[in-house]
């Protein structure tokens, strides 16, 4: 069957394709997750045929029936933790934080180097834009790659010149860049400037006016600012205030700082703010504290969670209750 | 081979097995809820009362007796807790009367019903009339009983390959229509 000539009505008519969208047979949601990424050109078509199953399926939408499952699943499982041993969660949490930890050490270095923050005229730029809560893979022309957090846009010219490879970053990425010493690699993010040669390193940019900062993974980086300059070595991070101009260096947890491309959700000593933003970013939810208990230091980290898991372990280590309405969490003091 | 992995899990379930339970969960939960909407068709309502459901199974698993087949336990079981909802909301009628709210809608009717906002919903309704009763049918049987094309063609006495030529052309009607009414639309905002 030559799928590339169906249009939707064809898509959303053939039985394994029906199969793979109502997610009755494993084999099927394998052929067609394949399928469409092999042949991203079809993917409008591709919607237009899941929306029509949705239309004449009677059925509960996906995400809402994700959303059902997890609430069924820490029903169930939440209540046997409580009935054995409340404080054997806290366990797994330092133990898996402790393994995450030792998999994913690696290094960090940052050079100085004077850069005039001017993009070359006439390349056609493109973007790569993450609403909140939806996190992506960004595989540029030279080979380099490039995970985009949520929350964050990615501009980047359709074609690197021959002499260096620039991008700008709203935002958190984590990139991994190919090793080419002709065409150094240059990420502009706020008032800094990060060159590398092949690398791989992560810059948390969300609010320029305020921080931004380079974590270095592996290879060699440079970052300056209009008047200051930094090296770093491996598993250093080079914060900036933009209110003070100044650079910061400091050492880095691998896990809080790079976790959250391998969809981890890590907080250390988070006050309710960091919490909020991750939640925020990580799952699109805004978070709002109505509990009197305003001083947060938390600890926890959760891997390919639900938004309710992670609000539902808060609330038991904190005390609290949530009621959720419109992507809205409220948190108010537990009764 | 099916059924027999099922009966092994309600066995599981009611040694507490979670991951059985689960599973029992995700098999059966959209058939319930396609069931549960033809029932009344109130997506909150039918979404709380088959957590309800699975609740009530996981708090009495060890008390649960051997069921031949879940699907049909679950959905007499959901029927039944549809009907007491309906009871609670509608206080002032007889228990007659709500045997008559139940089971009413037509298969259009439901699918109009599942559209959120009225604006999609009239859209749908244009579309939908734009299909012969015929077609119609066809559909309904593809995705609402969710039969394959064979089972299809045995029912209507036709070829699989007319069948599916039949869908085909009814989503291409419906699709076509759909676009240049939200294209309206999208011109008007």
């Given at each position: 069957?030559?799928?590339?000539?169906?249009?939707?009505e064809?898509?959303?008519?053939?039985?394994?394709f029906?199969a793979?969208?109502?997610?009755?047979?494993?084999?099927?949601?394998a052929?067609?997750e394949?399928w469409?990424?092999?042949?991203?050109e079809?993917?409008?078509?591709?919607?237009?045929a899941?929306?029509?199953?949705?239309m004449?399926?009677i059925?509960l939408a996906?995400d809402?029936?994700?959303l059902?499952k997890?609430?069924?699943?820490?029903?169930?499982?939440?209540?046997?933790v409580?009935a054995?041993?409340?404080?054997r969660?806290?366990?797994?949490?330092s133990?898996?934080?402790?393994?995450?930890?030792?998999?994913s050490?690696s290094?960090?270095?940052?050079?100085?180097?004077?850069f005039?923050?001017?993009?070359?005229l006439a390349?056609?730029?493109?973007?790569?834009?993450?609403p909140d809560g939806?996190?992506?893979?960004?595989r540029?022309?030279?080979?380099?790659v490039?995970v985009l957090n949520?929350?964050?846009?990615?501009?980047?010219?359709k074609?690197?010149?021959s002499?260096?490879?620039?991008?700008k970053?709203?935002g958190?990425?984590?990139?991994?860049?190919?090793?080419d010493?002709?065409r150094?690699?240059?990420?502009?993010?706020g008032?800094?400037?990060t060159?590398?040669?092949?690398t791989?390193?992560n810059?948390?940019a969300y609010?320029?006016d305020?921080n931004v900062?380079v974590?270095?993974?592996?290879?060699?980086?440079?970052?300056?600012?209009?008047n200051?300059q930094?090296m770093l070595?491996?598993?250093?991070?080079?914060?900036?205030?933009a209110?003070?101009?100044?650079?910061?260096?400091?050492g880095?947890?691998i896990e809080?700082?790079?976790?959250?491309?391998?969809?981890?959700?890590v907080?250390k000593n988070a006050d309710?703010?960091?919490v909020?933003?991750g939640?925020?970013?990580t799952?699109g939810?805004?978070?709002?504290?109505?509990?009197p208990?305003k001083?947060?230091?938390?600890?926890?980290?959760f891997?390919?969670?639900s938004v309710?898991?992670?609000?539902?372990?808060?609330?038991?280590?904190?005390?609290l209750?949530?009621?959720?309405?419109?992507?809205?969490?409220?948190?108010?003091?537990?009764? | 081979?099916?059924?027999?992995?099922?009966f092994?899990d309600?066995?599981r379930i009611t040694?507490?097995?979670?991951?059985?339970f689960?599973?029992l969960?995700?098999?059966?939960?959209?058939?319930?809820?396609?069931?549960?909407?033809r029932?009344?068709p109130?997506k909150?309502?039918i979404?709380d009362t088959?957590?309800?459901v699975f609740f009530?199974?996981?708090?009495?698993?060890t008390e649960l007796?051997?069921?031949q087949?879940?699907k049909?336990y679950?959905?007499?079981?959901?029927?039944?807790?549809?009907?007491?909802?309906?009871?609670?909301?509608?206080?002032s009628?007889?228990?007659?009367?709500?045997?008559s709210?139940v089971?009413?809608?037509s298969?259009e009717d439901?699918?109009i019903?599942?559209q959120?906002d009225?604006?999609?919903?009239?859209?749908?309704?244009?579309s939908?009339?734009?299909?012969?009763?015929?077609q119609l049918?066809?559909i309904?049987l593809k995705y609402?009983?969710q039969?394959?094309?064979?089972?299809?063609?045995e029912q209507?006495?036709?070829?699989p390959?007319?069948v599916?030529?039949?869908?085909?052309?009814?989503?291409?009607?419906l699709?076509l229509?759909?676009?240049v009414?939200?294209s309206?639309?999208f011109f008007l905002?």
């Amino acid at each position: 069957m030559d799928y590339l000539n169906y249009k939707a009505e064809d898509f959303a008519a053939d039985e394994s394709f029906i199969a793979y969208h109502l997610k009755r047979d494993p084999k099927a949601v394998a052929f067609w997750e394949n399928w469409g990424r092999l042949n991203p050109e079809k993917l409008d078509e591709i919607a237009a045929a899941e929306r029509l199953i949705d239309m004449l399926a009677i059925r509960l939408a996906q995400d809402e029936f994700d959303l059902e499952k997890q609430k069924m699943q820490s029903f169930i499982t939440d209540r046997q933790v409580i009935a054995l041993t409340p404080a054997r969660k806290n366990y797994y949490w330092s133990l898996a934080a402790s393994i995450f930890l030792i998999l994913s050490i690696s290094v960090t270095f940052l050079y100085k180097q004077r850069f005039q923050n001017t993009p070359e005229l006439a390349v056609e730029w493109l973007k790569h834009e993450n609403p909140d809560g939806k996190k992506s893979r960004v595989r540029l022309p030279d080979g380099s790659v490039i995970v985009l957090n949520g929350g964050s846009t990615l501009h980047y010219p359709k074609s690197f010149s021959s002499k260096k490879r620039e991008l700008k970053l709203d935002g958190e990425a984590y990139f991994s860049v190919a090793h080419d010493a002709s065409r150094p690699f240059i990420v502009h993010a706020g008032a800094l400037n990060t060159q590398v040669l092949g690398t791989e390193f992560n810059i948390s940019a969300y609010d320029p006016d305020k921080n931004v900062s380079v974590s270095l993974v592996r290879g060699k980086v440079k970052v300056t600012t209009a008047n200051d300059q930094v090296m770093l070595m491996p598993g250093q991070k080079v914060s900036y205030d933009a209110s003070q101009k100044t650079l910061k260096e400091s050492g880095f947890d691998i896990e809080s700082e790079t976790g959250w491309k391998e969809d981890k959700l890590v907080f250390k000593n988070a006050d309710f703010a960091a919490v909020a933003k991750g939640i925020q970013r990580t799952y699109g939810y805004k978070l709002i504290n109505q509990s009197p208990d305003k001083n947060w230091n938390y600890n926890g980290t959760f891997h390919q969670q639900s938004v309710i898991q992670v609000i539902e372990n808060i609330c038991f280590s904190k005390h609290l209750k949530y009621r959720i309405n419109n992507k809205i969490i409220y948190l108010s003091a537990e009764k | 081979m099916e059924n027999e992995t099922e009966f092994n899990d309600w066995y599981r379930i009611t040694q507490g097995d979670e991951k059985a339970f689960m599973r029992l969960y995700e098999t059966h939960y959209q058939a319930l809820y396609s069931f549960g909407f033809r029932v009344y068709p109130d997506k909150d309502l039918i979404k709380d009362t088959i957590q309800e459901v699975f609740f009530e199974l996981w708090a009495k698993r060890t008390e649960l007796s051997v069921v031949q087949n879940p699907k049909a336990y679950l959905a007499t079981f959901l029927k039944r807790k549809i009907l007491k909802e309906l009871e609670k909301k509608y206080i002032s009628l007889s228990p007659e009367h709500i045997q008559s709210l139940v089971f009413e809608r037509s298969y259009e009717d439901l699918l109009i019903e599942q559209q959120t906002d009225s604006a999609s919903r009239d859209q749908l309704k244009k579309s939908l009339e734009r299909l012969t009763p015929g077609q119609l049918e066809i559909i309904r049987l593809k995705y609402y009983e969710q039969l394959d094309y064979e089972q299809i063609a045995e029912q209507l006495q036709l070829q699989p390959r007319t069948v599916y030529n039949k869908v085909s052309e009814a989503l291409k009607t419906l699709r076509l229509h759909l676009k240049v009414l939200s294209s309206l639309l999208f011109f008007l905002f």
